[in-house]
């Protein structure tokens, strides 16, 4: 349980780290909060054979949200993420998620970037990232690319970032107006893997109609899924509880989880129907 | 900074429950490791994974898995262990309440549940009984259970507080 032998460098600017990357060549990996990577080395299931470490880069460390969104710098922390008093409202759904990540003494140190990076299929940030269409900047030395989550994630553990790439924030557009968004997921202790977890955001039109509804599902496939089917019982509708029952229906059988030792199928797809219709119930409290 | 060789070791400078320590460590030594090799084997180390937390210690006055930091990490940082607890003979507020509260057993576990609760309770001192227990769930204990050391925590909150009775 010691992680394999690395070489090793800590990144002065983000500039030298990405240089560091490129002669680091394409089985380097990024060290940042290292709450996913650690236990992968000391699995042995990662062997890079360098670490850059940026985990105490300046600069990226921020949030900062105006009229056009919320940018969330790559470095900051799931436990800054988990207690941000800008984290309300059409945001809520990513300070909730971030309060579910493991637990913490791994989210004082955990990165919202590593765990975009990591792309575990239980994560909570790709979820909720994904609920509210975000999209991700990352950097190399030939410059930016700006990839959507629904384009970022495209496997469990596996992403579209090239090697020599590093993720370094997330924007988050400006929500339609009056966008409230929640967080949700069963986990048999806590700070465990999910078996199931839910992003939802909604905004209600003058009438108290849904005008736009996100319902993204994890833990029941290799990345983020949007339950379009679900989010199309929702559209128009008053929240209602034939509405809500209808969209946690749609939900459960728009998705395929797989059968595992602790949490079969036909348990997760309850899961999901549970846990979409307590948080759409949940949102509308909050829509008197 | 350039690369630290695999086969190298790299000088890192810590402050160690107050005083200054220089280790010379390879890059992929723990910080966990790296103190106990420095012979405070007082942080123990359970799983090396992260799950049980036997290891945690206060980073910059913060708990985290010193099994999931490396020591090159900790570069600069102020680290404390449970060896900087206790002031001589005299136990610290938290370890006389684990103690009194018969919040342990075989004591494996206690070292990383006293430096978590020292950490929550210096950064949240007025933490409400339900974030004690939420912060508590971090880490395992399979001689106690966790209800003695919620107790023990919440006792020693209270006297933190200046309210002994």
């Known amino acids: 349980m010691k992680p394999p032998p690395f070489a090793y460098a800590r990144a002065e600017s983000l500039e030298h780290a990405l240089t560091l990357l490129d002669e680091a060549g394409e089985d380097a990996k990024v060290l940042a909060g290292g709450q996913s990577l650690v236990p992968l080395l000391a699995y042995r299931l990662a062997r890079p054979t360098h670490l850059i470490d940026i985990g105490r880069l300046p600069g990226l460390d921020t949030m900062r949200s105006d009229d056009t969104g919320l940018v969330v710098g790559g470095l900051v922390r799931h436990h800054e993420l988990e207690r941000s008093a800008v984290l309300t409202g059409p945001w809520q759904v990513l300070r909730e998620a971030a309060g579910l990540i493991g637990h913490h003494p791994i989210r004082i140190r955990g990165t919202f970037a590593g765990s975009l990076a990591h792309a575990d299929p239980a994560a909570e940030l790709p979820v909720a990232a994904t609920a509210l269409d975000a999209s991700f900047t990352v950097r190399s030395t030939g410059g930016d690319r700006v990839i959507p989550a629904a384009e970022f994630f495209v496997g469990p553990f596996m992403t579209v970032l090239e090697p020599a790439e590093i993720v370094v924030d997330g924007r988050f557009p400006a929500p339609p107006a009056g966008l409230r968004s929640a967080f949700a997921e069963f986990s048999p202790r806590a700070g465990d893997f999910a078996f199931v977890a839910v992003a939802v955001a909604v905004a209600l039109d003058d009438g108290g109609r849904v005008r736009h509804a996100r319902i993204v599902l994890g833990c029941v496939g290799a990345l983020p899924l949007r339950a379009g089917e679900a989010e199309d019982e929702l559209m128009g509708s008053a929240l209602t509880e034939q509405a809500i029952d209808a969209a946690a229906r749609a939900a459960a059988a728009g998705c395929d989880p797989v059968d595992g030792p602790h949490a079969s199928a036909t348990f997760r797809r309850e899961l999901v129907a549970v846990l979409v219709g307590r948080t759409l119930r949940r949102l509308r409290e909050d829509h008197p | ?165």
Do not use: K, Y
Request: aromatic share 2%.
């Open chain 2, 1 to 165: 900074m350039t690369w630290i060789g695999e086969d190298d070791s790299a000088a890192v400078d810590v402050v160690v429950n107050g005083r200054p320590t220089a280790m010379r460590v390879p890059a992929r030594r723990t910080l966990a490791d790296a103190l106990r090799d420095d012979g405070l084997t007082g942080t123990h180390l359970g799983c090396e994974h992260g799950v049980c937390g036997a290891c945690t210690v206060l980073l910059d006055g913060r708990p985290v898995r010193s099994c999931l930091t490396l020591a090159v990490q900790a570069e600069g940082a102020d680290v404390e262990t449970v060896e900087g607890m206790a002031e001589g003979p005299e136990l610290h507020v938290l370890q006389r309440a684990f103690h009194e509260n018969g919040a342990l057993q075989c004591g494996f576990c206690t070292p990383g549940f006293l430096m978590l609760a020292l950490g929550l309770l210096r950064a949240e001192p007025e933490a409400p009984p339900e974030r004690v227990r939420e912060v508590l769930t971090s880490n395992l204990c399979r001689c106690t259970g966790g209800g003695p050391i919620v107790q023990a925590v919440l006792a020693a909150q209270r006297e933190l507080a200046g309210d002994v009775a």
